[in-house]
């Protein structure tokens, strides 16, 4: 079992930074492929980013990529997502999930997540 926690989200104008961070409970933890994904307000939840068990392997979505950088500290039970340059369209409630198989781009393969966490940019 993995419990997850999000935290650093907030309101920012367009072209400021946030880094929002996933808390995660439990020993597998380093084992488990971790993922951020967002909804917006009537829209399907979206895939942003995901991070392979060791941290070696990093993937994106085209809209993110360039911007934002997945991160994660398996000692601290941590994931992070640094999201620079942000744009009004990166409005969403952005969440963190994990998944004991390989890192996938559909939520529906993410056995765990967190309540979601805020993130408004405002033009």
């Known amino acids: 079992q993995v419990q997850l926690v999000e935290s650093g989200g907030g309101l920012v104008q367009a072209g400021g930074s946030l880094r929002l961070s996933c808390a995660a409970s439990g020993r597998t933890f380093s084992s488990y492929a971790m993922a951020w994904f967002r909804q917006a307000p009537g829209k399907e939840r979206e895939f942003v980013s995901a991070?392979?068990?060791?941290?070696?392997?990093?993937y994106y979505a085209d809209s993110v990529k360039g911007r934002f950088t997945i991160s994660r500290d398996n000692a601290q039970n941590m994931v992070y997502l640094q999201m620079n340059s942000l744009k009004p369209e990166d409005t969403a409630v952005y969440y963190c999930?994990?998944?004991?198989?390989?890192?996938?781009?559909?939520?529906?393969?993410?056995?765990?997540w967190g309540q979601g966490t805020q993130v408004t940019v405002s033009s």
């Open positions: 991070i392979s068990w060791g941290g070696s392997r990093t």
């Open positions: 999930a994990g998944s004991p198989y390989s890192t996938s781009y559909y939520p529906n393969q993410y056995e765990y």
